[in-house]
């Protein structure tokens, strides 16, 4: 298989993103969890996010195989702030899209559990702490 070499890699992301993501959000598309409504889903985000790209907001997606969260799908996880949604419909999608990712708003009646990534400095100051 053909690799791009870095600056054709960097050309492609700033094409799709503009080197810039103001929140990314994961879909559980597994076999367990509603297939049709999670495709359904995947191609209502794919479709927003391209017109939000052209209204310079930039928002990046990604779909995952298998949360291990059976039953409760589709699941989508929003990220910096690791927030969880469960029975993630297109419409449901729709809202989330609305109020969390281009308002910051988290839909709490959808959201299940937060997991935020860590902060870089919070990292490092408990590594100094041990050292």
């Known amino acids: ?3 791009l070499d870095k600056p054709a890699l960097k050309r492609k992301l700033k094409e799709k993103a503009g080197l810039v993501c103001e929140r990314h959000i994961f879909l559980c598309l597994g076999p367990n969890c509603e297939p049709e ?3 359904k889903t995947w191609r209502l985000l794919r479709k927003r996010f391209k017109e939000l790209a052209s209204e310079g907001r930039y928002f990046n997606c990604t779909e995952l195989r298998c949360c291990s969260l059976c ?3 589709p699941i989508a996880i929003v990220y910096p702030e690791g927030v969880y949604y469960s029975e993630v419909t297109p419409e449901r999608c729709e809202r989330i899209i609305d109020e969390h990712l281009v308002n910051g708003n988290v ?9 935020p990534l860590l902060q870089i400095d919070s990292v490092s100051k408990k590594t100094e702490k041990k050292d």
């Open 1 to 3: 298989m053909a690799t």
């Open 37 to 39: 409504i999670g495709k």
């Open 71 to 73: 039953r409760s799908g």
């Open 107 to 115: 839909v709490e009646e959808f959201a299940f559990a937060k997991v």
